[in-house]
């Protein structure tokens, strides 16, 4: 009974690892100073951008745009800085795991 068991551990490896990496993303970045997974902060809750967007199309693109630009006025008064020093790449991880619910 023991190779199940090694099978789910490696599984659930494989599935958090990325999460954590864009979790640490966030971190860095210091999206995690006005964002949280499930609860409003200065900024929308990452799983309240998830349910807005759930439906769009290109939402993660749209998602990179508004995170490299900054904006204003879709969630409330107070305005989001532009993030200029976040590589594409970065900002793309960072708007998937958003879609994702930001775990
Ligand atoms: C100084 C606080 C602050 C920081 C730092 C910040 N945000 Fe925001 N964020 C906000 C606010 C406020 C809003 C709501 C803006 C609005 O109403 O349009 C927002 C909105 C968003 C949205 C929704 C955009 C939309 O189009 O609906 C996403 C996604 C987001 N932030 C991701 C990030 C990520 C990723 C980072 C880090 C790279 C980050 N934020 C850093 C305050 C912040």
């Given at each position: 009974m023991i190779q199940p068991c090694l099978f789910a551990s490696f599984l659930a490896l494989m599935v958090s690892a990325p999460a954590m990496a864009s979790q640490a993303l966030a971190q860095k970045n210091a999206c995690m100073a006005c964002h949280a997974a499930d609860k409003k902060l200065v900024g929308p809750s990452y799983q309240d951008v998830a349910k807005k967007y759930?439906?769009?199309?290109d939402a993660e693109a749209n998602l990179v745009k508004s995170i490299k630009a900054g904006g204003s006025g879709k969630w409330g008064p107070v305005p989001m800085p532009a993030?200029?020093?976040?590589?594409d790449a970065d900002a793309k991880t960072l708007a998937a795991w958003i879609l994702a619910g930001g775990k």
């Open positions: 759930a439906d769009q199309k993030q200029a020093g976040l590589s």
